[in-house]
Structure formats: C-alpha cells, structure tokens
C-alpha cells in the first residue's frame, strides 16, 4: 500500500469553495499516470462513498450529490490530483479522503471538510 497525502481541507461557509489536494511522492510517475484516481468522503455515522474519479485517459465520473458543483483533475508530471469544490452545502462536511488504484495501491490520511450552514 502506498501513503497518499491530502491538504486543502477546512471550515467554509455554505456556498463557499475549496480545492482538496493529493500528492503521490512515493509513487513512480508512471504508477501514477496509469492509475485510477478517486476522491471519497465519510460523514460521521455514515458509510465511506465516492465522491469523484478520474481515469488514466483523464474521463471522470462524479456522485450525483455533487456532479456540477466539484471538479476532479490530475497532474500525471508532479503526480498531484485535485478536488474544486464550489457550492458547498453543509452535507458535504466529512472526512475526505484520496485514492489511488493500479499497480500499487493505497489512501490518503484524510482531510477535514466542515461546511457551516
């Protein structure tokens, strides 16, 4: 398993916006590049559940609670992957974490997101 590390979480008003990163420094570029690549939440009391995925040729899939509203992107060179979240609602707070799907595999630590009503 292979340690993702995640930043941008935090405290955001309703509406408010924020950009969720996913560093891979322990995996190879190419790992990295033909890897597929998610973003998932879980709230307090609730079931881990994807948000966003990204493919190796750069499609993407989003949960139905937040397609229009976050976007997933990914950068193969500096194996970072993204996560806008724009018109945060208050059940989007949760734990938010990356993942990373391929020849190796592995989670980030997670990071908190608390949208305040």
């Known amino acids: 398993q292979v340690r993702l590390v995640e930043s941008g979480g935090g405290l955001v008003q309703s509406g408010g916006s924020l950009r969720l990163s996913c560093a891979a420094p322990r995996l190879i570029t190419s790992t990295f590049i033909n890897s597929v690549m998610g973003w998932y939440r879980q709230a307090p009391g609730k079931e881990r559940e994807l948000v966003a995925s990204i493919n190796r040729d750069g499609t993407t899939d989003y949960a139905d609670s937040v397609r229009g509203r976050f976007t997933i992107s990914r950068n193969g060179s500096r194996k970072i992957m993204w996560l806008q979240m724009n018109g945060l609602k208050p059940e989007d707070t949760a734990v938010y974490y990356c993942?990373?799907?391929?020849?190796?595999?592995?989670w980030g630590q997670g990071t908190q997101v608390t949208v305040a009503a």
């Open positions: 993942h990373c799907q391929g020849s190796e595999s592995g």
